[in-house]
């Protein structure tokens, strides 16, 4: 089965902290995502990478950046958090266009 | 912006077949349909996808109308563990997946 684990289930973080979010999968896949959840907006994409080294900006990605220095992780990082980002983040994957493997996800609270 | 409609919630009695419907009637020729569901405090699962044949796998089967401007989501005997959101999304095969709100599905004892 493929498997996509994320560092923390939970995350509480202050004002202005610099956040990372580690995302790694154990299929090769060559795709990455990164997604946040907020009620009532559904599921929204912030960066994605189709190789390493390689990023894309989704339809959000203000004052977000990602690394992929390595095929089978990927990061997002906050550089200095802030309340309205707190935030279900969840990291996907997948081999070529087919379907998407999630993670558990991540509960983001940024006081 | 999603491409789609559905249902912001249904019910369905447990043992039932839950039939979920989608519109996308602004489908493009080299547009799939695919299916995802959200079981609280989880990551979404991928569940079926097809292009305009009906298909059907081990989780349920998907029917698309002729004209691929709607398509429905069976779970032949729906369990109380297929309680989730249900996400239709339409994309090509190399695009990047949009969610929209999807079908709060609730399967009643």
């Known amino acids: 089965d493929v498997k996509v684990t994320q560092s923390s289930r939970y995350l509480v973080k202050r004002t202005g902290e610099k956040v990372f979010l580690e995302c790694v999968q154990d299929?090769?896949?060559?795709?990455m995502f990164w997604y946040r959840q907020d009620p009532g907006l559904g599921l929204r994409l912030i960066y994605f990478s189709y190789d390493v080294k390689m990023k894309e900006k989704g339809d959000i990605p203000e004052g977000y950046s990602v690394s992929r220095e390595k095929k089978e992780r990927f990061s997002l990082i906050l550089e200095s958090a802030s309340t309205n980002q707190t935030s279900m983040y969840l990291c996907a994957s997948s081999v070529e266009s087919n379907e998407q493997f999630f993670g558990p996800g991540t509960r983001l609270t940024v006081l | 912006d999603a491409k789609t409609t559905q249902p912001p919630s249904m019910d369905c009695a447990e043992g039932r077949a839950a039939n979920l419907p989608c519109n996308h009637s602004?489908?493009?020729?080299?547009?799939?349909v695919y299916w995802y569901r959200q079981i609280h405090s989880q990551g979404p699962q991928y569940i079926i996808h097809?292009?305009?044949n009906n298909e059907t796998n081990e989780m349920a089967s998907l029917i698309i109308t002729e004209d691929r401007k709607s398509s429905t989501l069976i779970l032949p005997h729906a369990t109380l563990r297929d309680t989730a959101v249900y996400y239709c999304?339409?994309?090509?095969?190399?695009?990047?997946?949009?969610f929209g709100k999807g079908t709060r599905l609730h399967i009643l004892p």
């Open positions: 602004t489908i493009s020729g080299n547009e799939y």
């Open positions: 299929m090769d896949h060559e795709n």
């Open positions: 999304i339409v994309r090509v095969r190399d695009d990047k997946i949009i």
């Open positions: 097809g292009l305009k």
